[in-house]
């Protein structure tokens, strides 16, 4: 999948991610670009948010073997308002963009961020 696309502007961030976990997508992409530490768990998800996912080859030989399944995900959209920049603080951001998705899925998220990391590294100067 593409990676998720963060636009700023000066009064929002509108984030789009096409990708079977999108929210995890944008999530590592906003960790990777702002050095956050964020810990994400995928909501639990009901039969219409997986797709059966075997090989066609696999099941005519193997009618009644395993099958292999995977989220269905798909395209999120959030516009998330800010101040004219970019925040540095992630609770500035992570709460509008989580709820804005679990009001798209049928599970729920909640975010686990590691406040007590300090810059790109998550290393603090002790």
Same mark, same amino acid.
């Given at each position: 999948?593409?990676?998720?696309? /963060?636009?700023? #502007?000066?009064?929002?961030?509108? /984030? #789009? $991610?096409?990708?079977?976990?999108?929210?995890?997508?944008?999530?590592? $992409?906003?960790?990777?670009?702002?050095?956050?530490?964020?810990?994400?768990? !995928?909501?639990?998800?009901?039969?219409?948010?997986?797709?059966? !996912?075997?090989?066609?080859?696999? =099941?005519?030989?193997?009618?009644?073997?395993?099958?292999?399944?995977?989220?269905?995900?798909?395209? &999120?959209? $959030?516009?998330?308002?800010? !101040?004219?920049? &970019?925040?540095?603080?992630?609770m500035q951001v =992570?709460? $509008?963009?989580?709820?804005?998705?679990?009001?798209?899925?049928?599970? #729920?998220?909640?975010?686990?961020?590691?406040?007590?990391?300090?810059?790109?590294?998550? =290393?603090?100067?002790?």
């Amino acid at each position: 999948m593409s990676e998720p696309k /963060i636009k700023e #502007t000066d009064s929002s961030l509108e /984030i #789009t $991610a096409n990708d079977p976990r999108p929210l995890e997508s944008i999530l590592d $992409a906003l960790a990777r670009q702002h050095g956050w530490h964020i810990n994400y768990e !995928d909501p639990r998800y009901g039969k219409v948010d997986i797709l059966d !996912d075997t090989a066609p080859s696999w =099941l005519k030989e193997h009618p009644n073997g395993p099958r292999a399944y995977m989220v269905a995900g798909g395209a &999120f959209y $959030a516009k998330i308002p800010v !101040d004219g920049y &970019f925040p540095d603080d992630p609770m500035q951001v =992570l709460p $509008a963009l989580i709820e804005a998705y679990n009001r798209s899925v049928s599970g #729920t998220v909640r975010p686990d961020i590691d406040e007590c990391a300090e810059g790109p590294s998550g =290393l603090g100067d002790s």
